[in-house]
């Protein structure tokens, strides 16, 4: 489906809403940006790097005319970008998200935008985000990388055609799921992983000898610990927002630990093996198959 | 110090003692170089590979001459390689290992080398170890890379000096470090996440919607589970020997998942964030000035 915006509004332009912008600038389907954000620095940088064409402080003035929107604040921030926006979104207007969480996102449209549900279709791009920040963002960030759509039965055909459009614009393969289960596979493959790393380097970081602790971490502990370094607050927010089905994934990890001690309390060397050969074997069948 | 060696015994010659192989052979230190081993196949690639100049499954053959021997294998065969060379062992041989544990190994050198306790000199050379077997080996592996030296109070001034130079001949950089300390330094920042990545794979591998989770899982969990893909005897070995010092970084890490869990059931979004900033900050002022 050919797809073209006169104008979109980008909601947050830092890493996420900046490669947005810059694909679908490069991909020549949008013909004028405009920035909304609660950082005035943020904003002023990304319309210097050529991410966007305007800045906005006002929402009446920035959706006047929009045909499409993206949200890509952290998700914490949601519910209230989405109540000041309410008074003054156009009935023609699309509004997509980047929220890594899709079940409060859901709520704070019903809540907050009930009226104009027909066209706001949630999304969530599995794109890279330990670095933050307008000058991160990257026309190809979405190339080749998948988005999940958790449209809802709400939404009109068309608004969920043009929203996979936009984001099959900027290089997306496109993926569908239920918000609840979108929520459940992230907790067990993102948001645990994000939690144990940031509290393993928490944990190090807290000792009287870290110092000497990161003097000997090497390569295999800078991967672990990659994802320590992403941004705080977009992590909180996660973390809060699908707190129900990451406890749950907690507790299955921590049943695993629980086993883990035992053996090797016991020095049961045999399940040891057995354990680590299942998951190395699943670890690069996985890993050679992407 | 400048060294060399007319017979250099390898006793393991995949990844860690290939590449110690073909180090020395690159630094133009070693004349002739020996590997002995388990595994006939093993043995024979390496020497289709250049990495070693002669095979030998006999210990006596082998070490008639030696100057220096390199023990490579998973350090729960140390002991019984011990006890198999001890026989054989000429009054001159250096001997050193290529061990992720120390404690174990050195109670194995008192155990069954007390009488060459002098000329063995215990290392650990810090260099990644996800692949394995000889086609791995490279010359480079541990240039610019820490390797740890452990001596002990028997040993000769003038064999830590000899084996401290061979480490230096394939490009490393030494430390040094009680046995102990060691220890329980690498139990932190190195056994601890294996195991944690193990098994976190383990526990997503068994679940019957493994495909679908594995599926959405992106960069993030790669980089995380990367160390999950090791070898699992080697790991296992590390586990069971270094349990002591593993079990109290495991209960460390259970009760900073414990604070994490009641942030979560919570809500405690401020608290998550304290954390998570820290956790942040730590990590990426570590990564930065690697």
Same mark, same amino acid.
């Given at each position: 489906m050919n797809v073209s915006f006169e104008r979109v509004v980008i909601a947050g332009v830092g890493l996420i809403g900046g490669s947005f912008a810059a694909a679908l600038r490069q991909a020549a389907v949008a013909r004028h940006l405009v920035g909304v954000g609660r950082s005035r620095a943020s904003l002023d940088e990304a319309l210097a790097l050529g991410l966007i064409d305007e800045v906005q402080t006002d929402w009446a003035a920035a959706l006047k005319g929009a045909d499409l929107v993206l949200l890509?604040?952290?998700?914490?921030q949601m519910a209230t970008v989405m109540a000041a926006m309410a008074p003054h979104l156009e009935a023609q207007t699309l509004v997509t998200d980047a929220g890594s969480t899709k079940a409060d996102v859901i709520d704070a449209i019903y809540t907050h935008l009930g009226v104009h549900i027909a066209r706001f279709v949630p999304a969530h791009p599995i794109a890279g985000a330990e670095k933050s920040g307008p !000058?991160?963002?990257?026309?190809?960030?979405?190339?080749d990388r998948k988005v999940v759509l958790t449209p809802l039965?709400?939404?009109?055909p068309d608004a969920i055609d043009r929203v996979r459009a936009a984001w099959v614009a900027c290089g997306a393969q496109m993926f569908q799921m239920s918000p609840q289960e979108h929520d459940r596979v992230f907790a067990a493959v993102s948001h645990l992983p994000h939690l144990l790393a940031f509290g393993l380097v928490h944990d190090l970081a807290a000792r009287a000898n870290a110092e000497q602790l990161f003097k000997y971490a090497a390569s295999g502990f800078r991967d672990f610990t990659?994802? !320590?370094?992403?941004?705080p607050e977009m992590w909180r927010d996660i973390c809060v927002a699908n707190r129900q089905a990451l406890l749950a994934e907690l507790d299955a990890y921590l049943a695993q630990l629980a086993w883990l001690r035992a053996l090797l309390l016991q020095g049961d060397g045999q399940e040891l093996e057995k354990l680590f050969s299942e998951a190395s074997a699943a670890r690069n069948k996985w890993a050679n198959s992407q």
């Open positions: 890509a604040m952290p998700v914490g !000058a991160a963002a990257s026309a190809t960030l979405f190339q039965p709400e939404n009109a990659r994802i !320590a370094g992403s941004h």
